[in-house]
């Protein structure tokens, strides 16, 4: 049923570790084994290359675009320990700010809802997530969480700026909004941590994969209370874990257990769908039916041009 | 590369042993090949017959194993398989099984007798100890060391008893086993993981460690700060050892992907700049070499050599190449022949030695020596009739000054560079396309069994045919000095004939350049960039470090080769490996989950070594079981995966003649498909457009109506919208809220007429389950336009004046806007306060004009929370309000003092609550006013209260879930925004309240002349009476308008703009120097707001 509508060479040397549309889905932005990033335009269907960013000293594990708020703005995270930012300033890309505070490689970067302003999270192998923040005056500022899992985090994602928990209480909206997102790492947990007078704490410890976490996702919030968040493990699982955005509790449910590891977990804009891809090279999407079944709706094979939709049992 | 080909070794291919550990007998008889399967038993004599061969059954390899070094216990073994050491005694053929040692609770990494005492062997393992064993006892270890970290090798001082040294990651440990668990020194040795540590046999202070940071490093451990010399070698070093004569080292490298350098080279302690001696011949990794223990009298020493390519090397080291280490051999005869060889000899001293056959006493010893050596490895000692000739031969030397002239006369030959001091000459060849830049170093010997060093400087030659030529070159030169002569001719002509041979062989190459690029392609590919160690441990400026193939990347997740992600609203984006690759793995295999399980998969022969790698630990093991990969390596991902049509890659063998038959075609064949491999590498990524199945359609944004003006339009034009896109359940939607929707259903004001619509089972409980459905599907487009339609909006009633208005659009909606109810659900207490108070306030002043002018003030807006103001109590409280409370309305929203005051003054006596508020700057004051006011009217706080209560059940959406339904029509203007329908988004954004925050804005309210109530049109709503008047033309001003903040005066901006060209005071004569006062730095110096 979905189609390819845009298949775009790259051109990478190397293999490719993320590929990222921008906030209005023009702009790809992909990166690679082979150091470098590359941004194309795939407006209706075209493939022109904007630009190729080099400045990492080695693979680029992964990106995120900023909320076009801020401009056309790119954060990359890699091997060589930094993550960069780059913007575009009168159709020029170039480095914005460097960050080299990390020990090791730096495995996931994601920027906060645009309603925090300018804000990025990543985490790195040294164990440790920073928040990076600018303070609207060119300078930026970081808040490390040191140990956050041990061995290494491997994933981070920010939870909706309207977290459902602050909806019913007006005090909460009176202060502003809390943040708070979620990490994974090689501790085999996911955990959630909460913005509290300036300091990042942990909020919850979810326990439920028993090998490194690889992924985690924060669906975003439709207005609703529940709060969901999707976590996919090198033990083959994929858990979504709920909360029903009242009591502090998250339960957790197995999508499924795959045949291989699984890398890469991703909402849809309404988190209807959820989509799954792993070592096996396979996508495949996942939907929860009306009797709170999650059903998989499609498998995407090794670059077959459709996503077919299979019958599903709900 | 000084370079020399050893043609003296003897090789022999065991196929299927796979062992991973090698083992020499201190007699030097048998060698100990241990693999996973069997352990193999070698004769060193006969190295290609004696094999013994004994099977065992294990799963786990043998990481290491030694021969006890004492001749009386010379049969002795010991085996480290896994956590366990096994100790076997090897008698007539047949291994015997001892006893096992079980204390380690990981691999172990490493053994190693004890040089001193005869029953004690150390171990050690990743498991941070170092145990001492006494064979005697099996049952536990007798002494325990243990560290923080991991330990990777041991091994005891040769010279004293009582010292030890362990490496730990990138540092050295040395021990007194009599001071127990504490080192006597600690060594920050290499920045990297150290690989190998051997101790000098003559200095019981010196130690050298290899380590991945390339560099071989030599200590001396009293001075732990400093190393004492450094050797670097380009590549990660797996082992170095000294050699058991001079002042030699002999190492072997990891060698880098695809280059075929499994060589070990000898270097001499001073001379770090290059090795004096290469053994070339190996085709994989070297894993192990031992020098073998020599029989009596015979000087030349044997490296016993296995590597991955299962075979087993001899290489008989002869007493030139002692010499080179700086071993002076001992025996006075000989060394004066190599003395006295080495310098350029006047031709009568030389054939006064070839008269006096007795200067050379060693010949003759050296003549039996080779019978005595029944090995027959290699003994191809000079005899006397070679000899005989080597000194007739030397006759016929030239000096090199002699040999360069000589060469000058060669075609394709140009001597570019002569040092005769240092012995070095530059030439250059060409034939035909190539050209080949080389260096030669002449040692002092030469030509006398010496051959010259050759280095490439620069070539546009294949690298493969650059080996040919050093090969060839190897090969020439020793046979030739060997006979005492000259070389460089023969050689230059062998060269320039494989030179030629190439250039067949790449016919169709159009210009060299083209060659050239391609080298420096390839060199780039496996120039490993260098970064800079965080801190170097020896004080040095900087050492080449390897970003990867370091320790911590047993931490770093596998990089992710596939991978789909939702992006913007509609798209989904995937990449992933083309379909033509498939793991290098086996399907059953999980993909593995760090990024240094790599490593195992860059090797193609590690089958076995792969096998072991899937658990943590072994993974870890994996660097002492063999030698990692190098940092190319582990950043190519694409190692992971191969061609789908090549089975396997097993044999390094095959891939090198899949390689030769490329060599054979053409140079654009091969340009094409390297493109098409390359391409064949990284697939595309794919954009999904993923609308048919997702919840949202771009197509109902666009086209849905929302009117609330005309329900019935706007839900027929939505039904139409769904029916288009085949949503059923959506048309019954719509028409289902056609009928809810219905003008007859609307709620009646009255109290009286009954139930309201919405509080009737198809009222709101049935809109409800219509919202809980979609809910559940997460259809956020359905659930907003229903909020939306089921929005109550609270319509701003402009004609109610409010003294202190404030020009946010929240405001103007929460104004009071209904006679008979003037209580609505608003989101901000204050709001709710100001709103009914401006309108009992101007019907309390309705009748009493204040002459006065207009006052036109600026007023900041401050949003307040609502617990700091008073009045935010309750809001039936707000019956009293309306009499007495409107100051501390204001107070709470006008921190404006002035202008309240101004606003009180007009009024004064007209009213009880102007007066009230005349005295009410107080605040507490005024509280008190307020409570009492309140008690005074319970009645008709029932009564509003009741009120609210039917408004509210008036609502088909529930009001306390309002916060909810505004989130939920946000979401959607979210959605909408990406889309690019910024119309549409903002269309429902009018739809909201706009949340609980009030925004700040500045809002500039005009008062009636005539009547001073405000005004926000052109005219008051009460006695139509122009809000300004121009100062000019004295009209009223409708449309642009400009104002003087300070005197209140102004009018037409056209008018304002011609005046203010020329004067800068008030037009008016007020005497107000206008210019002056409105200039924005006049504001804020002096903070003027009114």
Redesign the interface.
Known sequence: MASVINSVDTAHEDMIHDAQLDYYGTKLATCSSDRSIRIFDVTNGQQTLITQLRGHEGPVWQLSWAHPMFGNMLASCGYDRKVIIWKETNGVWGKLYEYTQHDSSVNSVSFAPHEYGLMLACGSSDGSISVITNAGDGSWDSKKINNAHTIGCNAVSWAPATAPNSLFDSQSVQQGLVKRFVSGGCDFLVKIWVEDNGQWIEEQKLEGHSDWVRDVAWAQSIGLPKSIIASCSQDCRVIIWTNDGVSNSWTSKILHKFDDVVWHVSWSTTGNILAVSGGDNKVTLWKENLESQWVCISDIHKGHGTIGERPSSG | MAGKYCTEFQTTELKDVQASAMAVDCLGQWTLLAGRKNLVFVDLNRPALTTVKVTRQSKWGINCVQWNGHASHAYRFVTACNQRLDLFDFHEASATHLCSLKAHSRTISAVDWSPFDVNVVASCSLDTYTYFWDVRDSKKPVKTFQAVSGVGQVKWNKVTNNLFATTHDGDVRIWDPRKGNTPVQYISAHPSKIHGLDWSSVDQHKLVTASQDCTIRFWDYTNPRRCEAMINSGNPVWRATYTPFGEGVVSVVVPQLRRVENNLYLWHIRNQQSPVHTFIGHKDVVLEFQWRRQQEGVKDHQLITWSKDQTLRIWKVDTSMQKLCGYDIEDNGDAIVEQEFSTPLPQNLLFDLYKKPDTLPTDNRLLIAPKSDTSGVGASAPNVSSHLSMMSSMLSAMTLEEECADIGQMSGVKLELADLEKRTLTFKLVKEQHFMDIHMLFPDTYPIRVPPHLTILQTNLDSEIQQHVVKTFNETSSVHVKKHTNCLKHCFKQILNVMEKSGSLVVNQENTTLGEERKSVLDKKFLV?K?RAPTSPVGQSSVPMY??GSF?DS?????????????????????????ALKKVSEDSE??P?A?SDLASYSHPQSQWMRNQSNSFVSSLSLFYGSPPATAQEV????SFYTEKTTKSRHHRSHQKSRSKDREGRHEKEREADRASK??H????????????????SKYAGQHYKLDLDDLHGTCKQNAEVASKMKRNDLIQLWQLVDHMTHEQLRPSPNLEDGAPWAFRPFGRPLLKKMMD?Y??????QT?AMLCCVFWDREKPKRDVLSLITTSSRNDSHLSVTNAYNPYHTVSSMTNLIKGWTSSSTAAALLPHPAPMSPSPVLSPVHPL?PSSSPSSTTSSSSVALGKGGRTMAEVASQPNLAVLFRAGRNKAGRSSAVMKSKRSFSWSESYEDFKVSEEKEPKDKMVERERQHHHNNCKMLDPEQK??????????AN?LF?W?LLTESAHILKHTDG???EHQTIGCPVSCFNCSTDIREVQCHICKYPALRCAICHMSVRGLSEVCLACGHGGHTSHMIEWFTHQSFCPTGCGCMCLQENSLHNFLSQGRIT
């Not at chain 2, 950043?635 to 694409?638: G, H």
């Not at chain 2, 809910?775 to 956020?780: A, E, Q």
């Not at chain 2, 916060?963 to 959607?972: D, R, V």
């Open positions: 960039e970064v970003p990867s911590h931490c770093i997740p596998f990089p992710r080769t596939c991978g789909a992600t939702f992006c913007s609203n509609d798209y989904l984006v995937m990449f992933h490996v083309p379909a999980i993909t989950r990024l950043l190519s991902v694409s390359k391409m590498k990284v697939g595309c990524v794919k954009i999904y457009d993923i609308s048919p199945i997702n919840n949202i459905h809910t559940k599907s997460r259809d956020v659930l929370p916060s909810h339904y505004e989130e939920i029509k946000k979401a959607y959605i990406k690019g949340g609980g925050v």
